[in-house]
């Protein structure tokens, strides 16, 4: 069954500090995996997007990583701003060559930075 | 660029009432996504449209819901009879196909807070 799990839930931190959160999916045939943020009552926004031959990807404060061979995925925030409280949310596409697949999309961590 | 513009924002009907969400991709887009977002399941893909023709349905949760576009800066999703239940957040979104990951540039509008009484 293809799934996308997130974890944790939810995460707490204080401004400054460094988080990592988790992605493990089961989705198969893989085609790429994102990161999203979304703040509330906004749409999500795009963080990064990997294809199977890339393991690391950054954008700014955020550094995604993929482990295609343990179908593992995270996302680290370096440094964290209020601004970074939102829900975070995995999304992995399945699919083959240039047709679009199905999208499997994680429950989302929600972030929450404390000054 | 603007965007993906999502009209209205915010919807109050009744129970049984017609709702139509409005969706305008950015311009040069090829494809079309409508979501949903509840509390409760999270983000579900709905449909998505490439070059205004519907390709994946499957989300669609059942025949109360039907989505047109009938041309490429323009897309509706409409729901009748309108029920309780169907009362969350609506997204659409649109992208463009490069090479063999043919949807870059995903942008996701603001939504429609649907409520249905």
Same mark, same amino acid.
């Given at each position: 069954k293809n799934q996308v799990e997130q974890s944790p839930q939810s995460l707490i931190i204080l401004e400054g500090k460094n988080c990592t959160l988790q992605c493990n999916y089961t989705v198969s045939p893989f085609s790429n995996l994102r990161w999203y943020k979304q703040d509330t009552g906004r749409g999500p926004v795009s963080l990064t997007i990997m294809t199977f031959s890339e393991n690391t990807k950054s954008n700014g404060r955020y550094t995604a990583t993929l482990d295609a061979d343990t179908k593992q995925s995270s996302l680290h925030i370096t440094?964290?701003?209020?601004?970074?409280s939102a829900s975070y949310i995995c999304v992995v596409s399945a699919g083959r060559g240039s047709t679009l697949g199905r999208l499997y999309f994680g429950r989302g961590t929600q972030l929450t930075v404390w000054p | 660029d603007a965007g993906v513009i999502q009209s209205p924002r915010h919807e109050v009907t009744e129970m049984g009432q017609e709702v139509t969400l409005r969706c305008k991709p950015i311009s040069g887009h090829d494809y079309l996504f409508w979501y949903r977002q509840t509390m409760m399941r999270g983000l579900e893909l709905l449909i998505y449209f490439n070059n205004n023709v519907p #390709?994946?349905?499957?989300?669609?949760?059942?025949?109360r819901f039907s989505a047109k576009m009938p041309n490429a800066s323009f897309s509706t999703l409409k729901i009748?009879?309108?029920?309780?239940?169907?009362s969350a957040v609506y997204f659409c979104a649109s992208s463009f196909s490069s090479g063999?990951? #043919?949807?870059?540039?995903y942008t996701f509008g603001s939504g429609t807070r649907l409520t249905v009484v």
């Open positions: 440094a964290s701003q209020l601004s970074d | #390709i994946d349905d499957s989300g669609m949760p059942e025949d009748q009879p309108s029920e309780p239940r169907d063999t990951v #043919i949807d870059y540039g």
